[in-house]
């Protein structure tokens, strides 16, 4: 706890120094000082939940020889995304559209994205009243965070070199083109499917990839024949709730503004997240027997996941019902992986997989012009299930595009460089044998 309060109070003082360092830009047409605030806080946010959010929650998870391999899965995804991310990842996922697929390579670089002294208007979508290159920053944190969540399911027994290569090609060829197909014009967006923060881009993209890591990778040494607890507990809950907080400029900060749909958001995400926090552990104590603080953690963190697709779309009535049911499917989808005969390590696809699953669908059922306006997009329950068919047509393409494409990515890192430690490694632990070093002397 000593490293971890740290780090904490420094991401925090960098959050609040964010939040004040907008200014009334009205220099530059058509910006709103409040909403580049907003951003710019959101911003700082969505990048605590991979760090350090994420990473204590992944690595008090691990059992403790492998704690530090695990963290640096968390940490190295936020430098090497972000290198990616302005070079070639935005402009694939935001550049010109080509057959609805991807961008091109335009703003390779991030050629053309306007800076402060242009001379000329710094957002070239007038639709939005932020920077163009707050814009690019805001949406590099969700490629950053997907990456880091796949690791979840391969986490200690993923070879350090292994995972630099596929990071890289996975970005490029699987998150790239689906952020484009969903956020950048591409064909699941002119088809209407409603991803309000991430629950395809981020959420089954993840779960679908780690499901496909896990299988392809195999189980970890041991797995099944003894007991692989987390080793830090306390670990895991201030992880989780970083990812609460960081949540929050996830899903508001998706509004783009500061207004009342981010309002909105902002409830519906709370709402979602003590629901399903309180359905996981319900269901655990009757069906496990006991509450823990783990099972807590987790319930939270599937309710987030839950409303991540629906944040924009739902009353709160409606976010609790999500939450309430996503907390439950992810607790039995977390409980009966063993029977499925997959070693997700951290329940990268329990979690995110299958929470994510359920809020796009859910999206199509509880979507309400409360919210959305009178025409703006509604669900089943007010009379449109056209648009809970879409939404199962864009789970189902993501799925399937993530699954089959994270595996042949992974074939291809695994023929340029071994995805795995041999087993004396693994044994060891991976912090000693790739990064020679320990967590705790």
Same mark, same amino acid.
Request: aromatic share 12%; proline share 4%; with cysteine.
């Given at each position: 706890?000593?490293?971890?309060?740290?780090?904490?109070?420094?991401?925090?003082?960098?959050?609040?120094?964010?939040?004040?360092?907008?200014?009334?830009?009205?220099?530059?047409?058509?910006?709103?000082?409040?909403?580049?605030?907003?951003?710019?806080?959101?911003?700082?946010?969505?990048?605590?939940?991979?760090?350090?959010?994420?990473?204590?929650?992944?690595?008090?998870?691990? #059992? #403790?020889?492998?704690?530090?391999?695990?963290?640096?899965?968390?940490?190295?995804?936020? @430098?090497?995304?972000?290198?990616?991310?302005?070079?070639?990842?935005?402009?694939?996922?935001?550049?010109?559209?080509?057959?609805?697929?991807?961008?091109?390579?335009?703003?390779?670089?991030?050629?053309?994205?306007?800076?402060?002294?242009? /001379?000329?208007?710094?957002?070239?979508?007038?639709?939005?009243?932020?920077?163009?290159?707050? =814009?690019?920053?805001?949406?590099?944190?969700?490629?950053?965070?997907?990456?880091?969540?796949?690791?979840?399911?391969?986490?200690?027994? =993923?070879?350090?070199?292994?995972?630099?290569?596929?990071?890289?090609?996975?970005?490029?060829?699987?998150?790239?083109?689906?952020?484009?197909?969903?956020?950048?014009?591409?064909?699941?967006?002119?088809?209407?499917?409603?991803?309000?923060?991430?629950?395809?881009?981020?959420?089954?993209?993840?779960?679908?990839?780690?499901?496909?890591?896990?299988?392809?990778?195999?189980?970890?040494?041991?797995?099944?024949?003894?007991?692989?607890?987390?080793?830090?507990?306390?670990?895991?809950?201030?992880?989780?709730?970083? $990812?609460?907080?960081?949540?929050?400029?996830?899903?508001?900060?998706?509004?783009?503004?500061?207004?009342?749909?981010? +309002?909105?958001?902002? $409830?519906?995400?709370?709402?979602?997240?003590?629901?399903?926090?309180?359905?996981?552990?319900? +269901?655990?104590?009757?069906?496990?027997?006991?509450?823990?603080?783990?099972?807590? @953690?987790?319930?939270?963190?599937?309710? $987030?996941?839950?409303?991540?697709?629906?944040?924009?779309?739902?009353?709160?009535?409606?976010?609790?019902?999500?939450?309430?049911?996503?907390?439950?499917?992810?607790?039995?989808?977390?409980?009966?992986?063993?029977?499925? /005969?997959?070693?997700?390590?951290?329940?990268?696809?329990?979690?995110?997989?299958?929470?994510?699953?359920?809020?796009?669908?859910?999206?199509?059922?509880?979507?309400?012009?409360?919210?959305? /306006?009178?025409?703006?997009?509604?669900?089943?329950?007010?009379?449109?299930? @056209?648009?809970?068919?879409?939404?199962? +047509?864009?789970?189902?393409?993501?799925?399937?595009?993530? =699954?089959?494409?994270?595996?042949?990515?992974?074939?291809?890192?695994?023929?340029?460089?071994?995805?795995?430690?041999?087993?004396?490694?693994?044994?060891?632990?991976?912090?000693?044998?790739?990064?020679?070093?320990?967590?705790?002397?």
């Amino acid at each position: 706890m000593k490293r971890i309060l740290p780090i904490t109070s420094a991401a925090l003082i960098w959050l609040l120094y964010l939040c004040g360092a907008a200014s009334a830009d009205n220099g530059a047409r058509g910006i709103d000082s409040g909403a580049v605030a907003w951003l710019l806080s959101s911003t700082a946010m969505v990048i605590v939940m991979t760090l350090p959010g994420l990473a204590l929650f992944y690595g008090g998870l691990s #059992r #403790r020889h492998h704690v530090l391999s695990t963290i640096m899965y968390s940490f190295t995804s936020l @430098a090497v995304v972000g290198v990616v991310w302005v070079l070639w990842g935005y402009s694939l996922a935001f550049g010109q559209d080509m057959a609805g697929i991807m961008g091109n390579f335009a703003h390779f670089g991030l050629h053309g994205i306007p800076l402060p002294g242009s /001379g000329g208007p710094q957002n070239l979508n007038m639709n939005l009243a932020i920077p163009d290159s707050l =814009f690019v920053a805001f949406q590099g944190a969700f490629a950053v965070i997907t990456v880091a969540l796949i690791s979840g399911a391969y986490a200690e027994r =993923f070879r350090f070199s292994a995972f630099l290569l596929f990071s890289v090609l996975w970005v490029t060829f699987i998150y790239a083109p689906l952020a484009h197909w969903v956020w950048g014009g591409g064909w699941l967006a002119r088809i209407g499917s409603l991803d309000f923060a991430g629950g395809t881009v981020v959420h089954i993209s993840a779960g679908a990839s780690g499901l496909a890591a896990a299988m392809f990778l195999g189980k970890r040494k041991g797995y099944g024949k003894e007991k692989m607890k987390p080793h830090n507990v306390p670990m895991v809950v201030t992880g989780a709730g970083l $990812l609460w907080f960081g949540w929050f400029g996830f899903n508001a900060g998706s509004a783009m503004a500061a207004d009342g749909l981010a +309002a909105s958001a902002f $409830l519906v995400t709370n709402a979602s997240a003590a629901a399903a926090a309180i359905g996981w552990l319900a +269901a655990e104590w009757i069906h496990g027997k006991s509450p823990t603080a783990v099972g807590i @953690a987790s319930g939270a963190v599937a309710g $987030l996941v839950a409303i991540t697709p629906a944040a924009g779309y739902v009353t709160p009535m409606a976010g609790l019902i999500i939450g309430l049911v996503g907390g439950i499917l992810c607790y039995f989808a977390v409980y009966y992986k063993h029977r499925m /005969g997959y070693d997700d390590a951290f329940d990268a696809f329990g979690i995110h997989g299958i929470g994510g699953i359920w809020g796009s669908l859910a999206t199509g059922i509880f979507a309400s012009s409360l919210i959305t /306006g009178p025409n703006g997009p509604t669900g089943l329950l007010e009379g449109n299930p @056209a648009q809970l068919l879409i939404q199962v +047509a864009a789970v189902l393409a993501t799925f399937i595009f993530c =699954f089959v494409g994270s595996a042949a990515i992974l074939k291809m890192t695994d023929i340029l460089t071994p995805l795995r430690p041999d087993a004396d490694a693994e044994l060891m632990g991976l912090d000693q044998t790739e990064h020679k070093e320990s967590a705790y002397n």
